[in-house]
């Protein structure tokens, strides 16, 4: 299985246009929304080609959700939003806000190598579920086999190392 290198993150996904001057609805996938500012500069595709420049950004809420609604520099009219709509917006990794000590990005996580605390290889990361109460590590056994989840909380991870690419787990979950 081959890591594939990215050099951005995504940050949102464009929704419908919000009023006739060329605004969109984000979801914000970021746990950083306040890091998107006026300025900042933002990508259509994972290799940064496609840039757009937000003009000016605010966050509304409706039906107890968060939703940012971006206005950028040369989109001028609801039918250039409208052709947004359902697009990926990308951050370039160097314009990604720093992290404390301990933190990492989830999508670092995937390639890691899954151990027990005896040192048992478990797996290999292959993805995360992103839930609203927490994320799960979808590991891949290494003699193949189906996926299995362990939910990345305290009781079950012990410690993630992104240099080594290394993560221990405490304990399974008792249904595997």
């Not at 900042?40 to 605010?58: A, G, P, Q």
């Not at 048992?120 to 995360?128: A, D, F, L, Q, R």
């Not at 839930?131 to 989840?149: S, T, V």
Request: aromatic share 8%; with cysteine; glycine share 10%.
């Amino acid at each position: 299985m081959s890591q594939e290198i990215v050099d951005s993150r995504t940050v949102g996904i464009v929704g419908k246009p919000h009023g006739i001057k060329g605004e969109v609805n984000v979801m914000l996938l970021t746990d950083y929304p306040g890091s998107i500012l006026e300025g900042s500069v933002l990508y259509l595709d994972k290799e940064c080609t496609r840039s757009l420049e937000v003009k000016n950004i605010y966050i509304k809420k409706s039906r107890g959700r968060e939703t940012a609604v971006i206005m950028f520099a040369d989109v001028f009219t609801r039918n250039e939003a409208e052709a947004l709509r359902g697009s990926e917006l990308y951050r370039k990794l160097e314009d990604s806000p720093d992290l404390e000590d301990g933190e990492y990005w989830v999508d670092d996580l995937e390639g890691c190598s899954a151990f027990l605390e005896d040192g048992s290889k478990v797996g290999i990361v292959e993805k995360v579920e992103v839930l609203p109460a927490h994320e799960n590590l979808a590991i891949r056994p290494d003699g193949g086999g189906a996926l299995f989840f362990i939910p990345l909380v305290d009781d079950y991870v012990g410690s993630v190392d992104i240099a080594g690419k290394k993560i221990i787990i405490k304990k399974l979950p008792e249904y595997l």
